[in-house]
């Protein structure tokens, strides 16, 4: 299938519980809220990995319906406005680990190590930058581990990011249709869908982030313009 060539001219195919390459509609096949019609508002995949795939591919190839539209965040951006206009709050999600896990299917507990990350995560060898945002409310766990004070700033920082993600200018809805394929980076851009009715078929796969900042770095840079780099 040309979908999945596309993707394997990127880089290997990430096989996680829910296969390698999907073809999936709203069937619950997997206990996940991919599977059903149900709204999923801005969020990244894979919180509960260790890894989160780098990329996320879809491709809608059947929809008689109505509704679905597709939504992407930058994450980055969001993440800058939240620093410019709440620090503190920018602060208090760069710092206060959130425990993650998937469990929707019978035979599956993924939960990442440590069990636990920020929702913004910095590079502290690269001038600590911000380089991936990891944030699912859908596959957060229980957060007994913070002080009571904690749990209220934490709350109040994730009301203000929250905010910023609504935001409708931070928004972009675009309707998937079959010949387009959407690429995304998940370690920085939020993606979601509106509820809809009907026959939705999509297929996509996961692509690994050290895979593909690989082949990133071999596309543009010389033989010692990457032995100089290391
Ligand atoms: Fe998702």
New binding site residues.
Partial sequence: METEELARRVCFIRETHYGGFWDFTANLEHGDT?YTTLP?KA?T?NTYFTDPSGLQMFHLIEFDGKGGTSLLVDGFYVARQLRTKSPTAYETLSTITIPAHSAGDPNTLIQPTPNGYPILNHDPLLNNSLYQIRYNNDDRSTMNHLESEQVLEFYDALRKWNNLLKDKHNEYWFQLKPGRVVIFDNWRVL?GRDKFSGHRRLIGCYLNWDDYQSRLKISHLSQEEILESL
């Fill in positions: 991919a999923l969020h995949d993606h």
